[in-house]
């Protein structure tokens, strides 16, 4: 496995396209400092009541449909398509590697992608807001870990994003497939999930912390006589603009993790992210070893 | 020792049996011929024995391993080029060998495998064009690039399939240099597939002959030539159109063909000759021929072209 690792590795030093993506990911990083800045609102006295934080980089940073992570995405699968659709994925066949083996490089490949990605999106950002708010638990994050938890939660959701696309890049087996499903995934995806979770909210009935006009959320909520008007009223508008990937966890966005009654949040999410982990590698890996390759 | 065998492999897509049974055996130091129309299942077949596909049932044994687990570990020894050769397209040919290197784990300075490796194949000139992408190749290139790749970790086992497939005469001709110069020099076993059998004819010393999915018949060179029908050609001034001249002084195994008589075996032909003679004809010309390899397979698969 250590031989297909330094191969995989050796080959995305020789792919211009990453160097083209991984750069294009840092300028974006640098334009979110310089949107942060000019969006700084001053109080009386030209007071910064609102700046730069770790909390504004992390709700910038993990926005299923803005483009660096939908950008990371495209890498990882086209990493991978361009392995089968060129046929190079024969020769570790036939060099005397399992195809699991090779799936599973390929994942964790694709991994990397994503980490190393969001790295180079975050650093810029990261280094600013840590200058501006030092030390970095100003914020309303509460503690440095509580901020590194949140934080370890955004990279979990994206690398199970690309994880799952790259799974779909292998079974796609070509470059355009791969990419298309890609696009599909990361930009139709959040908009899919947020229509399920109405779906179960409307069903269920759940108050749901988004609103900030509770008076009228109560006074709606007594007109609601069916599923469909729940969703058709008050869910529908959630689809305008991407959906961050907290409302997805289904977390309040200045949780606590350290709050005894928030402690749930964390088991429940890690059990969530090992079981579609262990079903996305496991499963993948079986159906590849099954598989016949182009 | 054998080499590659395989048992009732069968491969099925959907409804289309692509293999039904293959029993092939391949010893040590063949170079095996492998000879079929498009679609009677060599490309499956080597697909199956180099891990790109699964077989639907049967099994096959390489350097003696028959345990999945320990077949992946035998792949090591052998190497391959299906279909057309697994390059790196945007990459240069030492690039693509690098990468190769990299994934076998060869310990020894690359730079110099390479070279030796593209030496051997007669492709050192891509050194110098150190920059140029595999894309950019012709396709005889690529092949032989294919092959630069395959034989870089000096494999026992070398499988190819339709090698020939762009290649000029003067390449395809290099080819079986090659081939036949690893096979003398290095033992090394082929499996080679083409469709050019009078090519394959110069170099193979097995045959296996696949039809529909189904393994005809394997026979060495040698049988081949045994089983080929010798025949001696007459070329008369005018077409023969009364046989009975033949068939009265008892004469059978012939066949007339408007002016040419094609007596096969070992008969004499001095009574031909005589026979001829008194009814008149001239003989113009007198021809020595023997089945070829193409008419040997036309003939096993009932005719059919290829």
Redesign the interface.
Known sequence: MR??F??EF??LS???SAYVIFILIFILGAFNVFLAHVTVIHGEGGVAIRTFTARSLLESSFQLGQFQILLIGVLSSLFIATDIS??????????????AEIYIVQIMMSVFIAIFGLFLYQILPFAFSWLITFPITQDDQGSLWNFLILMGFGYTLVILGVVLTSWIALKAKNTAGAIIFTILIFALGPTLITIIKSIVEGVLLINIDQYENLALYEQTQKDITSVFEWIYFYQIQRLNGPVSLFDLIFLDRGINFFHPDNQSYIWKMMGTSMVSFALLIGVGARGFS????R | MTILKTHDLKKTYRRTKALDGVNLTIEKGDIYGFIGKNGAGKTTLIRLITGVAEPTSGSFTLFGQREPKAIIKARSKMAAVVESPALHLNLSAYDNLKLQCILLGIKENHSQVIQRTLEKVDLASLLIEKKKKAKNFSLGMRQRLGIAMALINNPEFLILDEPNNGLDPEGIRDMRTLLLKLNQTEGLTILVSSHILSELSKLATRYGFIHQGRLLKEITSAELNRASRQATVLTLNLPIKDETIFSKAGLQDYEISGNQLKIYGSQSTNLYLSLLSNAGFEVMQINKEADDLETFFMKMIGGQSL
């Open positions: 031989r297909l330094a191969l050796a080959r020789k792919q211009t060129q046929g190079t994925i024969r020769n570790k066949i036939i060099a005397g590697y399992a195809k099954k598989s016949d390759l």
